[in-house]
């Protein structure tokens, strides 16, 4: 899970750095009280001081989005393997096996926590696992004590990550929020704007060349065709991206064959489709409605079901329909259009493509993909 540069990741950082801090006074506290029992006091304080040093190097390390990455976070670990693999040395086994804390105590946990946060509760559990082990096996003798402590910093690991994603994906709900309120108003604006002025200019002309024959006629039919294009648009406008970056709304690429002569029914919820299986589908889709007009077919609709783990396009003419082994014949004489353009296409994706025509009843061409692709 990859970290925020901001937003709600921002205060559990800055708790790290705090909890840092003050288990390091903790840790001073407790070096100062048992240092005459300590095999080599001098070290110890040595210790100290690195401890202190690093705590203020990941502190600032980490409170810059680009720093939370691998280089950093292995440094953190290791600084405290270190550390607690020279406690035995330092301390003493004497004193350690007499019952006197490592150095680190409670201060171990700061990986765990910086660990989590940047990748979730499994990285936060393997940070606690490997620091866990370590300071286990620093000792003489494994108490009861010793594995409570363990246990706890598991569950700070797998708490604290919990948290952490849970905080990334209410910022991202957030922001989309944002998005889709800003999109409604935008495209409420535009329709406003469009309603008073284009598009009652293109019915106008639309409606006054719908009786006239010749040039006149065709302008009124490329208006309406307009019309009706620039009506979906509308529809759509300021939407912004659903998903992620790699994926496509499918209404927005269907959209774009509406016309007079081809109507689109489609969720009012977006289709979210991989980017490279959505432009598939459309293209598909195209290339049936270029058959319907090529061939006569008349009026067309387009039907977009998303039926969950899979997304059903359905293209439906009033035309004569296809008689039989019309398809068989073309395949023979090279002409592929169908074969390739449809059937190819969503055979490509995993999908499944079916043909119900018959003389005179029109065509029905289904379209099945699976939403992932293959």
Not at 54 to 82: E, I
Not at 101 to 108: D, K, M, R, S, Y
Not at 332 to 361: H, K, N
Request: aromatic share 4%.
């Amino acid at each position: 899970m990859p970290s925020s540069p901001g937003g709600l990741e921002v205060p559990l950082w800055r708790s790290i750095a705090v909890f840092r801090f003050a288990s390091l006074a903790y840790v001073t506290v407790l070096v100062f009280r048992d240092a005459h029992r300590y095999a080599h006091p001098v070290a110890a304080g040595g210790v100290l001081l690195g401890m202190l040093a690093w705590s203020g190097a990941a502190t600032a390390g980490y409170a810059r989005p680009a720093g939370r990455r691998w280089p950093l976070l292995l440094a953190d670990l290791g600084v405290v393997l270190a550390i607690m693999l020279a406690t035995p040395w330092v301390v003493g086994r004497a004193a350690l096996a007499a019952g006197v804390p490592t150095l680190t105590v409670a201060w171990l946990a700061g990986p765990v926590l910086a660990w989590a946060v940047s990748g979730g509760r499994r990285r936060g559990a393997v940070a606690a696992l490997v620091l866990g082990g370590a300071d286990l096996a620093t000792r003489e003798r494994i108490s009861q004590s010793s594995l409570t402590g363990v246990t706890l910093m598991l569950l700070a690991g797998v708490v604290v990550g919990h948290v952490a994603r849970l905080a990334v994906e209410a910022e991202a709900r957030l922001q989309r929020a944002v998005e889709l309120e800003a999109a409604t108003r935008e495209r409420e604006r535009l329709a406003r704007d469009i309603h008073d002025s284009v598009l009652q200019v293109l019915a106008l002309v639309r409606r006054r060349g719908a009786d006239l024959d010749g040039e006149a006629a065709e302008l009124a039919r490329l208006a309406g065709e307009q019309e009706a294009a620039l009506r979906a648009l509308i529809g759509r406008a300021g939407a912004g991206p659903d998903g992620t970056g790699d994926e496509r709304d499918l209404r927005d690429l269907l959209d774009r064959y509406a016309s007079t002569a081809v109507q689109v029914a489609a969720p009012a919820t977006p289709v979210p489709l991989p980017a490279r299986v959505a432009g598939e589908l459309a293209a598909a889709v195209g290339a049936a409605l270029d058959n319907v007009a090529r061939h006569g077919g008349g009026r067309a609709w387009v039907l977009i079901e998303d039926e969950g783990e899979t997304v059903t396009v359905s293209v439906r003419d009033e035309g004569p329909g296809i008689p039989d082994g019309r398809l068989a014949e073309a395949a023979a004489q090279g002409r592929l259009g169908v074969a390739q353009s449809i059937r190819g296409r969503v055979a490509d994706l995993g999908g499944e493509a079916r043909i119900v025509s018959a003389p005179g009843t029109g065509t029905e061409i289904e379209l099945t993909v699976p939403r992932g692709g293959r």
